[in-house]
Each structure stands twice: as structure tokens, then as C-alpha cells.
């Protein structure tokens, strides 16, 4: 590979860290000797959708796991490393499962066409339709149909989280962690709460 290549992404990294160190010079040395987010970061891949930024925390203030739709599939050897190494070693405080409108994987999931081993991935959020299909065949609107599918798939992976046996052994032995549930809104830049919020064992019923 030429040095050339991709040049104005690495000019980008330049004057990003040259910004970082000029407002806080001590930033990236202390980012090198240490890292404890309070927060995981379950989301979405897709680009328009930047975990640190949306929440407006710098570098090493969130630990992130990002794949398409935001899935929390308890069969999963990727996610559920990085959930057993936030609660395990990080000791994270709070969970945030975090989708968003417009959701191309959302879409896709429903969509009625083969892409290919995505589909297989997407089949939680076809079992989540499937669940709620008297409530979403009552929304006229295709685009609302989605987007309340959205909020749906994630309140069930909000469950998958907190139904996991690493998330269950801390409540038990007195770790405080909450799992939350949340969708951004790429139109407006905000985030809605979807009251989803699990706490303990008790709040699982």
C-alpha cells in the first residue's frame, strides 16, 4: 500500500490530537495509563451514529460495542466478551442499549429480501415483529411502524443484557449496574429514553 494513501484521514489524526493536547496536555498520557468508563455502549455501526460524540464524553469515558441493529444476542462470543470484560474487569456502573430511527438493519430485518448471513443475524428483530405484530400492524405509517419496531428491539435486547448470567452474578454480589434503553434520532441529534431501565433482578418479573 502506498504512504499516500488515505493521507487526509491521517492529516485529520494529526490535527485532532494536536487540538486534544493544545486545550489539555497531559490528555493522551493519561488516557495511556488508564482507562474506567462508567458506561458500555451497546449501538448501532452505522456511521451517523458516533457513541462518544452523541453523548458528548471524550476518549476512555465509555467503553463501546457497536454491530448492526444494536443486537445483544445471548449466542454471540463478540458481544458477550465485551459485556463479561465491562462488568467483570471494567466494573462499568451503567449499560446503555442504544438504537436509532431509520435503522437500515431494522428495515432490512423486515424488508422481505435475502441479503445474505445479515439475515441470519437479523432474525431477533424478526422474532421481536413477529411478538408485536398486532401492535405494529395497527400503525398506518410504514415509517412509524419501523421506528416503533426500533424502540421494541430495544427493550428486548435491554432484557437479553440484564438476563445474562455475567450481569446477574455482579447484582449478586452487590455491584450496582443499570442496563438502559435509548434511540437517537438521526434527524435532531437527541436521544429518547425509553423507560426501559432495568436495576436489579426484581425489575426482570
Known amino acids: 500500500m ?7 484521514l491521517k492529516d485529520n489524526n494529526r490535527a485532532w490530537a494536536a487540538r486534544k493536547v493544545s486545550v489539555d496536555p497531559g490528555f493522551f ?8 468508563p462508567e458506561y458500555l455502549w451497546i449501538g448501532c455501526s452505522d456511521s451517523r451514529v458516533p457513541a462518544n460524540e452523541i453523548v458528548g464524553l471524550d476518549p476512555g469515558e465509555m ?6 441493529a444494536n443486537l445483544a444476542p445471548p449466542q454471540d462470543a463478540n458481544y458477550l466478551s465485551v459485556l463479561q470484560f465491562a462488568v467483570d474487569v471494567l466494573k462499568v456502573k451503567h449499560i446503555l442499549v442504544v438504537g436509532h430511527y431509520g435503522c437500515g438493519g431494522v428495515s432490512a430485518a423486515v424488508g422481505g429480501k435475502r441479503l445474505g448471513l445479515v439475515d441470519h443475524w437479523l432474525h ?6 413477529h411478538d408485536h ?5 395497527a400503525i398506518p405509517n410504514q415509517n412509524d411502524r419501523l421506528d ?9 435486547q435491554v432484557r437479553n443484557v440484564a438476563s445474562d448470567l455475567f450481569v446477574q452474578d455482579a447484582w449478586a454480589r452487590g455491584q ?10 438521526i434527524a435532531d441529534g437527541l436521544i429518547t429514553d425509553l423507560g426501559a431501565t432495568i436495576s436489579g433482578l426484581e425489575d426482570l418479573g
Not at 502506498?2 to 487526509?8: A, F, I, K, V, Y
Not at 431477533?124 to 415483529?129: A, F, G, H, L, M
Request: include cysteine; glycine fraction near 4%.
Open 2 to 8: 502506498r504512504s499516500g494513501m488515505l493521507q487526509h
Open 29 to 36: 498520557s493519561r488516557l495511556e495509563h488508564q482507562q474506567a
Open 63 to 68: 467503553f463501546v460495542h457497536r454491530n448492526v
Open 124 to 129: 431477533p428483530i424478526r422474532e421481536v415483529s
Open 133 to 137: 405484530r398486532h401492535e405494529l400492524e
Open 148 to 156: 416503533r419496531l426500533c424502540e421494541l428491539s430495544v427493550i428486548r
Open 176 to 185: 450496582s449496574i443499570q442496563v438502559h434503553g435509548w434511540v437517537y434520532s
